[in-house]
């Protein structure tokens, strides 16, 4: 049974913070692969104003997973799912021998009660919350922290997922990676220029 981390967002650039938590991730629950979720659209950052097209923010993602066990996707494309409950719903039913694990960042959790149905993620797959530089203390006392506290599974047990009861949280630290999408963003206004032309993604892939 093939096990596969889910890591969505705007990649809006992909930077090393996302390969490096990847990795970690990759290491610490014996993943196969991690999926990079590319999302068509942000409902919790559509208002932003400086969200890339989509097919330079999946360049970006190609660009800066080369030679690593990490596959950027475009599924959602294909499924037409714009909540992450659709998309895990969708996943599990397309690759019934595949496991998922989801994925997200301490600064994620803090907002996950604003997530549609975050409950039923939390009903559908495992979710791997992996801790981000002052998001610690926010995360902690969020909303959805109060009904997840509960099935909080050891760190030493994380390569287990696959054998949990849902809903099961597991919280990871790994060493640190400052880099933020916003920073770069504001570090190269002109950062989308270096993907110019990219290729197309396929939505399948």
């Known amino acids: 049974m093939t096990r596969i981390g889910i890591l969505g967002g705007s990649f809006n650039p992909a930077h090393s913070g996302h390969r490096a938590i990847s990795l970690a991730a990759i290491r610490a629950l014996g993943l196969d692969e991690v999926w990079w979720l590319v999302s068509p659209g942000n409902p919790?950052?559509?208002?932003?104003g400086d969200m890339a097209p989509f097919a330079i923010r999946f360049a970006s993602a190609r660009r800066m997973a080369r030679h690593a066990p990490i596959r950027?996707?475009?599924?959602?494309?294909?499924?037409?799912?714009?909540?992450?409950?659709?998309?895990?719903?969708?996943?599990?039913?397309?690759?019934?021998?595949?496991?998922?694990?989801?994925?997200?960042?301490?600064?994620?959790?803090?907002?996950?009660d604003q997530w549609r149905d975050w409950r039923g993620i939390a009903r559908e797959v495992?979710?791997?919350?992996?801790?981000?530089?002052?998001?610690?203390?926010?995360?902690?006392?969020?909303?959805?922290?109060?009904?997840?506290?509960?099935?909080?599974?050891?760190?030493?047990?994380?390569?287990?997922?696959?054998?949990?009861?849902?809903?099961?949280?597991?919280?990871?630290?790994?060493?640190?990676?400052?880099?933020?999408?916003?920073?770069?963003?504001?570090?190269?206004?002109?950062?989308?220029?270096?993907?110019a032309r990219p290729v197309p993604p396929t939505p399948s892939t």
């Open 44 to 48: 919790l950052k559509e208002k932003s």
């Open 72 to 112: 950027p996707s475009a599924i959602e494309l294909d499924l037409h799912t714009r909540y992450t409950v659709d998309t895990v719903r969708a996943l599990t039913r397309r690759y019934p021998k595949t496991r998922f694990i989801w994925l997200m960042g301490s600064d994620n959790l803090a907002q996950f």
């Open 126 to 195: 495992p979710i791997a919350v992996v801790a981000r530089p002052g998001y610690d203390g926010v995360a902690h006392a969020a909303p959805a922290m109060g009904w997840l506290r509960r099935f909080i599974r050891p760190v030493d047990q994380a390569k287990s997922w696959t054998k949990w009861r849902l809903p099961a949280l597991v919280l990871l630290r790994f060493r640190p990676d400052p880099t933020s999408a916003t920073r770069l963003r504001m570090a190269d206004p002109a950062w989308q220029r270096r993907f």
